[in-house]
């Protein structure tokens, strides 16, 4: 008589391999799961805690190149402009609520820790003028 073998239809289809092939990918997705998790919970005394929402102290190099001074006497601002040498920080920008060319200079010199004679020696003016149109009928 006739006696059914597992391993002949097994070995007839294929099955031998493609049977354990669900457990290995399981078998590597548990592994993979758990050493990733150990990874990102993993912390070195809080070396690498993330900062949020504190602003950075900006100290500009004493190199600076240029500055702009735009003032608008209208509003009563002067929007100022610093170019410095430095790699990280190209460009500074300032906002002061001051249109007397000396004042201005005082205030920049206070920003970028420099003597007023050496912010006088940088700076470069431009006035913005709002003409005022008169509208006669």
């Not at 004493?62 to 410095?84: A, C, F, M, R, Y």
Request: some cysteine.
């Amino acid at each position: 008589m006739y006696q059914f073998r597992a391993d002949r239809v097994f070995a007839f289809l294929g099955l031998k391999f493609w049977l354990p092939l669900p457990l290995l990918g399981l078998l590597f997705w548990i592994a993979g799961k758990t050493a990733m998790t150990c990874i990102i919970e993993s912390t070195r005394d809080g070396e690498y805690k993330i900062k949020a929402n504190m602003q950075r102290e900006v100290k500009p190099s004493k190199k600076v190149l240029s500055i702009q001074v735009k003032i608008d006497k209208n509003k009563g601002i002067s929007l100022v402009e610093v170019i410095t040498a430095d790699k990280d920080i190209k460009q500074l920008e300032y906002k002061f609520y001051l249109t007397h060319p000396r004042k201005i200079e005082a205030a920049i010199a206070k920003e970028l820790g420099l003597s007023p004679t050496q912010v006088r020696g940088l700076v470069r003016y431009k006035y913005q003028i709002h003409k005022i149109s008169q509208n006669r009928f």
